[in-house]
């Protein structure tokens, strides 16, 4: 049996592609959670006292 060919090239490419998804992925669910938590609050928290 003779082993794979590997392509160093090839590999780094699809690295960097997972990469930049769960990138893309946990910038998302950050905003995600911001507007929710600014929904869930409502518009009065720029006039709560201090």
Known sequence: MSEPQHDPKAE???RRGRNIALALGLVLFVIIVFV????RLG???????F
């Open 36 to 39: 929710v938590t600014i929904v």
């Open 43 to 49: 518009g009065n928290v720029a006039q709560r006292p």
């Open 12 to 14: 780094a490419r699809a």
